[in-house]
């Protein structure tokens, strides 16, 4: 059973940043893909941010030049890299794989910038 873990979700000032973490039960090469989504209270969940196998990447209109996704291949860990807060990046952030025809979450982690 694939879990994948986040942490490094709080409360920030806008402006500042904060760095999420995705740790993986096993190696992130078994996922043809990783990302983070956001879902702020009463909005649909979107995509923030994807890592494909092969390590091609993209990002949401709003959030390029701010976010940055990237992994570590020997933790088994993803991590999005977030700077240059602002309120409407408040918002549950999860941490997603796909492998084969199945998608894998985790729980979330809170990120709510405000001053």
């Known amino acids: 059973q694939v879990q994948l873990v986040e942490s490094g979700g709080g409360l920030v000032q806008p402006g500042k940043s904060l760095r999420l973490s995705c740790a993986a039960s096993e190696t992130i090469f078994s996922f043809f893909a990783m990302g983070w989504y956001r879902q702020a209270p009463g909005k649909q969940r979107e995509l923030v941010a994807g890592?494909?196998?092969?390590?091609?990447?993209n990002y949401a209109d709003s959030v390029k030049g701010r976010f940055t996704i990237s992994r570590d291949i020997a933790k088994n860990t993803v991590y999005l890299q977030m700077n240059s807060l602002k309120p409407e990046d408040t918002a549950l952030y999860y941490c997603?794989?796909?492998?084969?025809?199945?998608?894998?979450w985790g729980q979330g982690t809170q990120v709510t910038v405000s001053s």
């Open positions: 997603h794989a796909f492998k084969g025809d199945n998608d894998y």
């Open positions: 890592i494909t196998t092969g390590g091609g990447r």
